[in-house]
């Protein structure tokens, strides 16, 4: 009977360690697999165009562009004035050049990506989180609202295969710390953004961008091998939503006002030595009258030299204290020995009982088996 208990115990602990693990393994693998997080795309020189056309840049209207203009391997930019250039202008040279080779080098790193999620054509009236989205060919009707989760460096990027279109009056709204600074659009083809609408992020096509009357862009318009079409635009800078800002204006101020009042407190030390100096000219005068009085002093100090006598006797408590601080010196040694002279027997003795005891038990359990 002792032996069924036993082993019954030993397979009920059994199964409930098992059925654990199981339940653990089954909530490892319902939590799904997590996506890391995505880094931005790398631009590089590409960074400050707001414009960057393979072929031709061509404006109508009054268009303003935050950053600067580049053609290459073209040379030809048409309607600069009227369009305002906020930076430099680079047509077929170095600058526009290596800006040219950077934006094929962003390109191929967006359209790499691994995606975490497919998407429908229609991009309106979605909210998407962070993350690398593909699409086969994007439209945007409405709005499409792009919700950071509280995160300023949350990248989004969006991979489509052909053609994006926006319609009129159509939008991006951001939202919990999303910036356009981090959104990424890699067209396989063409994109054109619809007027008046207000996009936002940077566009990559491979061929050209369109951007329609009155239509508003918080990014770039980057086209790797065609034109970008310009009609009465706005192309803004991407504000980039971080935490740099803060830090900067702590520095700044900390230093300007710390070292100017430090500088203060040693004009005013310097003035305290000029009266300290005037001092000295009234003590020499202390002196002349202290040898006068100082003889009188031993005159009365004989008389009170035999009371001093009594520090032998005050030195006499000396002896008795040192051996009183000596006498429980003793008393600590034979302590230690008695104290471990007690516990070892009784530990030893415990410990040989158990394990026979242990001993016991594992031989008796075979015979019970054998008995069966």
């Not at 803004?236 to 006002?257: G, N």
């Amino acid at each position: 009977m002792t032996t069924h208990r036993l082993s019954h115990r030993w397979r009920v602990g059994a199964g409930a360690l098992i059925s654990a693990a199981v339940a653990g393994l089954v909530l490892l693998l319902a939590s799904g697999p997590a996506f890391p997080a995505e880094s931005p795309v790398g631009l590089n020189t590409a960074a400050s165009f707001s414009v960057l056309a393979g072929s031709a840049a061509t404006n109508t209207g009054a268009s303003t562009l935050a950053q600067s203009l580049g053609v290459s391997p073209g040379s030809a930019a048409t309607g600069f004035p009227p369009g305002l250039v906020g930076g430099q202008t680079h047509l077929a040279d170095a600058a526009a050049l290596q800006a040219k080779n950077d934006l094929d080098t962003a390109y191929s790193d967006a359209a790499g990506r691994s995606p975490m999620a497919g998407l429908a054509s229609e991009l309106g009236g979605t909210t998407l989180t962070p993350g690398v989205y593909s699409i086969g060919a994007a439209q945007l009707t409405g709005q499409l609202t792009l919700n950071g989760q509280n995160d300023p460096a949350a990248v989004f990027i969006f991979q489509i295969s052909s053609t994006l279109v926006t319609a009129v009056n159509s939008g991006v709204v951001f939202l919990n710390g999303a910036s356009p600074c981090t959104v990424f659009w890699q067209v396989g083809t063409s994109a054109t953004v619809g007027a008046s609408s207000s996009f936002a992020g940077t566009i990559m096509a491979a061929s050209s961008i369109t951007m329609n009357t009155g239509a508003v862009l918080a990014g770039r318009a980057l086209a790797q091998t065609g034109a970008v079409t310009l009609d009465n635009n706005v192309i803004t800078a991407p504000i980039c939503v971080t935490a740099t800002t803060p830090p900067t204006t702590t520095a700044t101020t900390t230093p300007a006002t710390t070292p100017a009042t430090t500088p203060a407190t040693p004009a005013t030390t310097p003035a305290t030595p000029v009266t300290t100096p005037a001092t000295p000219a009234t003590t020499p005068a202390t002196p002349v009258t202290t040898p006068a009085t100082t003889p009188a002093t031993p005159a009365t100090t004989p008389t009170v030299s035999p009371p001093t006598g009594t520090l032998p006797d005050a030195g006499e408590p000396t002896p008795d204290a040192t051996a009183t601080a000596t006498g429980p010196a003793p008393v600590n040694p034979p302590s230690l020995p008695v104290t471990g002279s007690g516990v070892v027997p009784v530990l030893s003795v415990t410990g040989i009982a158990l394990i026979a005891l242990g001993f016991g038990c594992v031989l008796r359990y075979p015979r019970r088996t054998d008995g069966r």
